[in-house]
């Protein structure tokens, strides 16, 4: 990500409920992030997903959830992270805020009012991957993509891949109130593709 010019900083307020407690956060934003991204190619979704936060936005959001999280347990922590992809933002699909399909970084989601299901997927994996650094896949259906991550032990039904088990995790606006393992029924019986499998580096 380049160095932007501090003269276009700029702050968003963003905030949400978890467990009663509102969150509240002012997130550092450029608004050079547009024109950095305005001839971005179509890229695969493991480049898509690892598209880094400026020094600025990572150094305003990044340790700020890890202290929101410090207490819980890993599974309620992924839980609050998945809920603040979910619920901090407008949602609205890209036909309707961009008249064509656009793939958001996470910076570009942060920044934007709207967001769909493929933008947030990629910031709900970045936070998790900067977090928790846990094994995850991305699960694309004919008209939607979803998260999917390793714990130690299986929440819900499992999505079972190369012989590991993964519990689903829904970052984007449902109908339902998913939790961990929980899956729209919209999708149950659809067919789906792992579109990338992340694996944490062995130090």
């Known amino acids: 990500m380049p160095d932007f010019q501090p003269a276009h900083n700029l702050e968003k307020k963003m ?4 467990g009663h407690k509102t969150y509240h956060f002012s997130i550092k934003l450029n608004s050079d992030l547009e024109k950095a991204f305005a001839n ?3 890229v695969s979704f493991e480049t898509y997903f690892n598209i880094p936060l400026s020094k600025e936005t990572y150094g ?8 929101n999280v410090k207490g819980m347990s890993q599974k309620k922590g992924v839980d609050y992270l998945m809920r603040f992809t979910r619920y901090a933002f407008l949602y609205e699909n890209d ?5 064509r399909e ?3 970084s996470p910076a570009q989601t942060l920044y934007s009012t709207y967001s769909d299901c493929d933008d947030r ?8 991957k900067e977090i928790y650094n846990l094994p995850m896949i991305a ?14 032990k299986p929440i819900g039904k499992p999505i079972v891949y190369k012989g590991k088990a993964y519990s689903l995790c829904e970052p984007t606006p449902q109908t339902e109130d998913l939790k961990i393992g929980q899956m729209t029924a919209k999708l149950k019986n659809m067919p789906y593709h792992v579109v990338y499998d992340y694996e944490p580096p062995i130090h």
């Open 139 to 152: 699960l694309l259906y004919p008209t939607h993509i979803t998260m999917a991550v390793q714990f130690s």
């Open 15 to 18: 905030s949400f409920v978890y």
């Open 60 to 67: 305003s959001l990044i340790p700020l959830l890890k202290n």
């Open 102 to 104: 656009k793939r958001l």
């Open 95 to 99: 036909d309707e805020n961009f008249g």
């Open 40 to 42: 971005y190619p179509g």
């Open 121 to 128: 997927a990629a910031l709900f994996f970045y936070l998790v």
